[in-house]
C-alpha cells in the first residue's frame, strides 16, 4: 500500500505539530496495523507509536509517552500523529508505516511491509 506522510516543520521547543499519513485510495485500510517511527542523524529507525486496526488500542514509545497521541481515521485511510510539548531530542524524519497482517502490538520497523517517504521534523532550543 502506497502512503503519504506530510505535516513537518521547524518548530520551537514546547510547540506542537501533526503529522499526517494517507494511504492509497482503493486499500482496504481499517485490515492494517499503524505505526509512527522515527529517525534522528547518525541513529537507527526507533518506534514512536502503534495503532490497532480499530483504533482502540495504542501505544507508544516511553520517550513520548504523554505528549504522542496517534488517531486514525479509517473513513478517510489516515493515521495522525499529534506531537505536543516538542523537545530537541524529537527532531528526526518520521515515517508511518503498514502491518499489513498484522493483528497486534508490533514496535519493531522490522514487522512492518509498507513505509511512507518521511517528513522532517526540527525542534529548536
Known amino acids: 500500500v502506497q502512503l503519504q506522510a506530510s505535516g513537518g516543520g521547524l518548530v520551537q521547543a514546547g510547540d506542537s505539530l501533526r503529522l499526517s499519513c494517507a494511504a492509497a485510495s482503493g486499500c482496504t485500510f481499517s485490515s492494517y496495523v499503524m505505526g509512527w517511527f522515527r529517525q534522528a542523524p547518525g541513529k537507527e529507525r526507533e518506534f514512536v507509536a502503534f495503532?490497532?486496526?480499530?483504533?482502540?488500542?495504542?501505544n507508544y514509545a516511553d520517550s513520548v509517552k504523554g505528549r504522542f497521541t496517534i488517531s486514525r481515521d479509517n473513513a478517510k485511510s489516515t493515521v495522525n500523529l499529534q506531537m505536543n510539548r516538542l523537545k530537541p531530542e524529537d527532531t528526526a524524519v518520521y515515517y508511518c508505516?503498514?502491518?499489513?497482517?498484522?493483528?497486534?502490538?508490533?514496535?519493531?520497523?522490522?514487522?512492518?511491509?509498507?513505509w511512507g517517504q518521511g517528513t522532517l521534523v526540527t525542534v529548536s532550543s
Open positions: 508505516a503498514a502491518d499489513l497482517g498484522g493483528r497486534y502490538y508490533n514496535s519493531n520497523p522490522a514487522a512492518y511491509d509498507s
Open positions: 495503532i490497532s486496526r480499530s483504533g482502540v488500542t495504542t
